[in-house]
Nanobody
Framework: QVQVVESGGGLVQPGESMRLSCEVS???????MGWYRQAPGQQRDVVAR???????IYADSVKGRFTISRDNAKNMVYLQMNSLKPEDTAVYYC?????????WGQGTQVTVSS
């Protein structure tokens, strides 16, 4: 059973930065990986994804502020979030961005508030 564990969330003020980490219990080198987020009452949407070839694609709402990266040797995926806004508040999840989806982890809560 594949396990996905997200970490690094917390409470920050608007304009601050935060780095999220995702550890996967299997090799991720062949997978397109993504970071998703879900705010209360809303659906889960992808905000950043990185193909196995290293191409990065971002949602318009985070473009220029968020950076996704990966370390295939460690089976880790990261999300650097800068210039955070209150509307970035959500539970953030990591998973593949492909037809094969790993079991969802518990996510990590990010709250942006003054």
């Amino acid at each position: 059973q594949v396990q996905v564990v997200e970490s690094g969330g917390g409470l920050v003020q608007p304009g601050e930065s935060m780095r999220l980490s995702c550890e996967v219990s299997r090799r991720i080198g062949d997978y397109n990986m993504g970071w998703y987020r879900q705010a209360p009452g809303q659906q889960r949407d992808v905000v950043a994804r990185m193909t196995s070839a290293g191409i990065r694609i971002y949602a318009d709402s985070v473009k220029g502020r968020f950076t996704i990266s990966r370390d295939n040797a460690k089976n880790m995926v990261y999300l650097q979030m800068n210039s955070l806004k209150p509307e970035d508040t959500a539970v953030y999840y990591c998973n593949t961005y492909s037809a094969t989806i790993f079991p969802w982890g518990q996510g990590t809560q990010v709250t942006v508030s003054s």
